[in-house]
């Protein structure tokens, strides 16, 4: 039975240019590597190496095998290090789910861009889900982590939430509507606007966090004839149809279509959490880990 062990000899040999030399190299007698090389070439039935006291040169069989050992040996290292990153939590793919009013801003991109140099053996692959959805994904093994706009109804014990930040709340008008003047609102003020995101009864987010905030001031919000749940709800203010109380950092994919005005009352305001599995995987829970680090202050979104 040919071992590792006569692989790497035979390969050091080749490469050391002689069995003197590769002796010395391994640490071991110039006999016990010739006995060595001779039992392999008893193994495998053909002859390796031809040598003299000065030098050795590969036979044909000996050149085909000796580049398929190189090849072995490579993929052989490639392996003892991708399970030691493995172990640590270094390599594979982390399943990120983001709610559509979480956009992945320049400060997200600098985190994660930040992220991959620190992990390169992690890919990123990064879809669109509701924060309620996001939660099902991860307790069910579908997704590794989620940044989800709260509240998120249903409770999941095997799912932890870590608050990210706070972020203000806005009001967002077409261009066309007659509130594009003015600059700041009392929620009250919008008590006959129709609204093109309404929440759902079955889910949290930030359409049920903005229709309990209006509940709040006297009123439920009317529903528009158009709605959106999704980011499409831009084009539909923009277009007209309603408004919608939406995330400050929204702006930053809107077009110059839209004007904003400021909400004046302080609890205007929504979290955004991380959620992730309590139990999750070494790997995953080491890129959270350094996530959490790196996020900066909720003041610089």
């Known amino acids: 039975m040919i071992s590792l062990r006569q692989i ?14 590769a002796a010395e190299r391994l640490y071991i007698a110039q006999s016990a590597l010739s006995r060595q090389m001779k039992e ?23 050149q085909l095998f000796y580049e398929r050992c190189k090849r072995i040996l ?9 399970a030691h990153q493995v172990g ?20 997200f991109g600098n985190v994660f861009n930040a992220l991959l140099a620190q992990f390169p053996g ?16 991860i307790d069910e093994g579908r997704a590794d982590f ?5 509240p998120i109804l249903r409770k999941f014990p095997n799912i932890l939430a870590k608050k990210l930040f706070d972020e203000r709340l806005v009001v967002a008008v077409s261009s066309n509507h007659r509130l594009a003047t ?29 229709a309990e905030l209006c509940m709040r001031h006297g009123f439920f919000p009317k529903v528009a004839r158009a709605t959106s749940r999704k980011s499409s709800q831009l084009n539909l203010i923009e277009a007209n149809l309603g408004i919608a109380i939406i995330p400050a ?30 139990d999750a995987p070494p790997m995953t829970a080491s890129f959270i880990e350094a996530f959490l680090k790196l996020m900066p202050d909720a003041e610089k979104f």
């Open 8 to 21: 790497r000899y035979f390969v050091e040999i080749v490469d050391a240019g002689s069995y003197t030399r």
């Open 40 to 62: 392999l070439e008893g193994d495998i039935q053909a002859c390796l190496l031809q040598r003299d006291s000065r030098h050795i040169e590969l036979t044909q069989a000996g």
């Open 74 to 82: 490579e993929d052989l290292d490639d392996a003892i290090v991708q």
């Open 88 to 107: 640590k939590g270094e390599q594979g793919r982390i399943r990120i789910l983001h709610s559509s009013s979480v956009t992945l801003s320049e400060t």
């Open 122 to 137: 992690v890919s990123l692959d990064i879809s669109r889900a509701p924060s309620e959805h996001q939660a099902v994904d």
């Open 146 to 150: 989620g940044l989800a706009r709260l």
């Open 182 to 210: 003015r600059s700041s609102i009392d929620i009250g003020e919008l008590r006959d606007e129709q609204f093109v995101s309404v929440p759902h009864k079955d889910r949290g987010g930030l359409s049920y966090l903005v």
């Open 249 to 278: 950092s929204m702006r930053e994919v809107s077009s110059s279509h839209i004007h904003f005005l400021q909400l004046q009352e302080q609890d205007a305001h929504s979290e955004v959490a991380l959620i992730y599995r309590r």
